[in-house]
T-cell receptor, first 114, second 112 residues
Framework: KNQVEQSPQSLIILEGKNCTLQ??????????LRWYKQDTGRGPVSLTI?????NTKSNGRYTATLDADTKQSSLHITASQLSDSASYIC?????????????FGRGTSLIVHP | NAGVTQTPKFQVLKTGQSMTLQCAQD?????MYWYRQDPGMGLRLIYY???????DKGEVPNGYNVSRLNKREFSLRLESAAPSQTSVYFC???????????FGNGTRLTVT
């Protein structure tokens, strides 16, 4: 069964500090991995996509990594801001029989305090 | 640029009542999805439509029906609401395989 596990479940940091969120997956065959940011009361928004051949990708202060061998990804947030307070969701896609049904992790809730 | 629009934003139903959640996208996307989000459970797929004219069950389809009215619109119907269907419902769309999902801002449904 395809699964995506995220850790930690929640995280509290001070503004300006860095943090790293983890995602482990057992989705097969692997197509791609996305990180989404979900602000309170809003729908998730895609931050970055990682494909099999990519190890690192940055989007401003967000840097995602992928280790396809160990089936792990991380999202590193640099110099956190209050607006980074949100839930971060790891989503992994497989392509069984040509269909596209991504598997969602349960998310990491990040709170940035001033 | 509206993106994905969901109506209503909030709804309270009594057990046994029926209702339809509406979703429309203006991005000319082929695929549309309905998810529910419950505390501690993450997003779970109810139904999806890979293209106009097709619909398929997701992980938690029981108690729901869907209609892909045209390429823009995908509705979710609860025929006889139950308290277990209290949740936040999200509609999403994308061009197709390997494209990012674009989500609406959700419908918060309470069934008493």
């Amino acid at each position: 069964k395809n699964q995506v596990e995220q850790s930690p479940q929640s995280l509290i940091i001070l503004e300006g500090k860095n943090c790293t969120l983890q995602c482990n997956y057992t989705v097969s065959p692997f197509s791609n991995l996305r990180w989404y940011k979900q602000d309170t009361g809003r729908g998730p928004v895609s931050l970055t996509i990682m494909t099999f051949s990519e190890n690192t990708k940055s989007n401003g202060r967000y840097t995602a990594t992928l280790d396809a061998d160990t089936k792990q990804s991380s999202l590193h947030i640099t110099a956190s801001q209050l607006s980074d307070s949100a839930s971060y969701i790891c989503v992994v896609s497989a392509t069984p029989g040509g269909s596209y049904i991504p598997t969602f992790g349960r998310g990491t809730s990040l709170i940035v305090h001033p | 640029n509206a993106g994905v629009t969901q109506t209503p934003k909030f709804q309270v139903l009594k057990t046994g009542q029926s209702m339809t959640l509406q979703c429309a996208q203006d991005m000319n996307h082929n695929s549309m999805y309905w998810y529910r989000q419950d505390p501690g459970m993450g997003l779970r797929l109810i139904y999806y439509s890979a293209s106009e004219g097709t619909t398929d069950k997701g992980e938690v389809p029981n108690g729901y029906n869907v209609s892909r009215l045209n390429k823009r619109e995908f509705s979710l119907r609860l025929e006889s609401a139950a308290p277990s269907q209290t949740s936040v419902y999200f509609c999403a769309s994308n061009k197709g395989q390997d494209s990012p999902l674009h989500f609406g801002n959700g419908t918060r449904l309470t069934v008493t």
